[in-house]
């Protein structure tokens, strides 16, 4: 007998369980929207988190055991996976997984366009065909793909109209500022991955061959290439701030919470040079309350910004049209 489709409350229960098992301080930073914006950031989380964990064979980012021999889907079939379930939850039919069904339910609610969420599927496409970068217009593509596209549906959340570019270019600034602050973190995680999202130019450049970024002699080579990466880190987040001062007070507090905390990993993985894969950076929970304070002054102090301030030259139109050429 079939199941009985989960109802709005019951996808948000379920967003709800996953956001806090799946990412502790997006949880806790979820609490400063109103409940209407909260809920839905969870049924968003709930369905990038699915999507993560089935190009991953993850559950909620950890490993999920052993596999029998011969049930292991290939990264083609995962992909194809995620458009099925994502095609049917946007065409409103129940996938019978509540991951997907609280897209549908987030889409009924908000004007997420197509072109969003085929933004975000995008970079799971390029992880499943092995895809690496070549130059810094690479590197910031695979950026936007898979964390600028999730701040464009996030500004859209928070309200944002669908005709209202600049501040959506923003969003997605931030969304790339906090992948490349995640990409200088994980160097050795995503090495011992098979993976490396930092340029094949630059690495050409400091002399490390391919494959070997992470080998002992080639670590203070690599700190300038670190350091480079974090100046346009740096650059996207200021962009971002910028869109932020447009934003409604409790959704400023929280964004510019998030761009303190992402920030604050950028800047330490800069500051500690070599010793910055020692162990992984990480923000204590007393560091991750004072980012959070540090938000509250800036938002209440941020006047919207009706300015045409610069941007990175490469943003979400650029970088849209980068991928489909």
């Known amino acids: ?19 806090r098992k799946g990412s502790k301080s997006f949880a806790a930073a979820s609490r400063l929207f109103d409940r209407e914006t909260r809920e839905r950031v969870w049924l968003l989380y709930a369905w990038c988190r ?8 993850q559950d909620h980012g950890h490993a999920i055991g052993p596999v029998r021999l011969g049930t292991r889907l290939s990264p083609e079939d995962r992909l194809a996976t995620i458009r099925t379930l994502t095609e049917l939850a946007m065409a409103g039919e129940t996938t019978g997984t509540p991951a997907f069904d ?8 908000v004007p997420l366009s ?7 599927i995008a970079g799971f496409a ?4 092995d895809w690496r970068p070549r130059s810094e217009a690479d590197m910031l593509r695979y950026c936007f793909h898979v964390a600028g596209a999730v701040g464009v549906m996030m500004a859209a959340v ?41 340029p094949v130019e630059w690495l050409v450049e400091a002399d490390i061959p391919p494959g070997e970024v992470t ?11 670190v350091g480079r990466a974090c100046a346009l880190a740096r650059d996207y987040e200021a962009s971002a701030r910028v869109g932020a001062t447009r934003l409604a007070f409790r959704q400023r507090w929280a964004v510019l919470s998030a761009a303190n905390i992402y920030g604050g990993i950028a800047r330490e993985v800069e500051r500690l040079g070599a010793h910055a894969w020692d162990h992984r950076v990480s923000s204590s929970r007393s560091e991750k309350l004072a980012h959070v304070w540090a938000a509250l002054g800036e938002a209440r102090s941020s006047a919207v910004s009706t300015s045409d301030a610069p941007r990175p030259s490469l943003s979400r139109r650029e970088l849209r049209a980068m991928a489909q050429a």
């Not at 080998?215 to 290439?225: D, S, T």
């Open 114 to 120: 197509s072109a969003m969420v085929e933004d975000v």
């Open 158 to 198: 928070m309200g944002v109209a669908p005709e209202d570019d600049d501040t959506l270019d923003r969003a997605c600034d931030l969304g790339i500022a906090f992948q490349i602050a995640n990409i200088v973190r994980d160097v050795w995680e995503d090495d011992a991955n098979g993976r490396c999202y930092l």
């Open 1 to 19: 007998m079939r199941e009985r489709p989960l109802d709005r409350a019951q996808l948000v229960k379920q967003a709800r369980r996953s956001i």
């Open 50 to 57: 699915a999507c993560d964990d089935i190009a991953d064979e």
């Open 215 to 225: 080998k002992p002699h080639y670590r203070h080579a690599l700190v300038p290439m």
């Open 126 to 129: 390029l992880d499943a065909a």
């Open 102 to 109: 609280a897209l549908g339910q987030l889409m009924r609610e």
